[in-house]
């Protein structure tokens, strides 16, 4: 089976930098992604992590540590439109991989 | 420009009856998904395919159908046999394999 676990949600203020983090269990590892999901919009991908460490694009990063089935977004210098659903997403073992999503997290950022 | 596409954007269905989302891409993208997700959730896998002419069920395939005729299309049929349709569905495609999808814009099914 495969169970990637996120906070439900978040809250931050303007300029503000935030952590989400995802923990997962897979049985094969294939790498970690982030989306962003808007409102009543579709899911856009933010950043991979297929290895150990830091990714940075632009003010977002993302962490991964694999020994302990473990990765994170960070968002720096919070802006009001960042508020949204943010989702760590791998792919399931298999030869189709097929991309499971984790719950979400909502972020809310204050002005 | 290179997207994905489904439409409508809203359907309305009455109880009983079956309805087909559709699903275009010109990404040239094998691999195709589809998800719902219902409010406040995540995005549930209910049917991918990688290839024309295959596709796999995902966790909550009960009551959907898909076809795979051809690459750039993936059509879902909400059955009469779905029990909780009302949700939104979202189409994926990505290179098999990859982690990058890309989605459609979603459509909202209300089953009245």
């Known amino acids: 089976g495969q169970s990637l676990e996120q906070p439900s949600e978040v809250t931050a203020v303007e300029g503000a930098i935030v952590q989400i983090n995802c923990t997962y269990q897979t049985s094969g590892f294939y790498g970690l992604s982030w989306y962003q999901q808007h409102d009543g919009g579709a899911p856009t991908f933010l950043s991979y992590?297929?290895?150990?460490g830091l990714e940075e694009t632009g003010r977002f990063s993302s962490f991964l540590s694999r020994s302990d089935s473990y990765g994170y977004l960070l968002l720096q210098e919070l802006q009001m439109k960042d508020s949204a659903s943010y989702f760590c997403?791998?792919?399931?073992?298999?030869?189709?991989?097929?991309?499971?999503f984790g719950s979400g997290t909502q972020l809310t950022v204050l002005p | 420009d290179g997207g994905i596409t489904q439409s409508p954007k809203y359907l309305f269905r009455k109880e009983g009856q079956n309805v087909t989302l559709s699903c275009e891409q010109n990404l040239n993208h094998d691999a195709m998904y589809w998800y719902r997700q219902d409010p406040g959730q995540g995005l549930r896998l209910i049917y991918y395919?990688?290839?024309?002419?295959?596709?796999q069920k995902g966790d909550i395939a009960e009551g959907y159908s898909v076809s795979r005729e051809k690459k750039e299309s993936f059509p879902l049929t909400v059955t009469s046999a779905q029990k909780n349709p009302t949700a939104f569905y979202l189409c994926?495609?990505?290179?098999?394999?990859?982690?990058?999808?890309?989605f459609g814009q979603g459509t909202r099914l209300t089953v009245v």
């Open positions: 992590n297929g290895l150990d």
């Open positions: 994926a495609s990505c290179v098999v394999g990859n982690t990058e999808a890309f």
């Open positions: 395919s990688q290839i024309v002419n295959d596709f």
């Open positions: 997403a791998a792919p399931r073992e298999g030869s189709a991989r097929q991309l499971t």
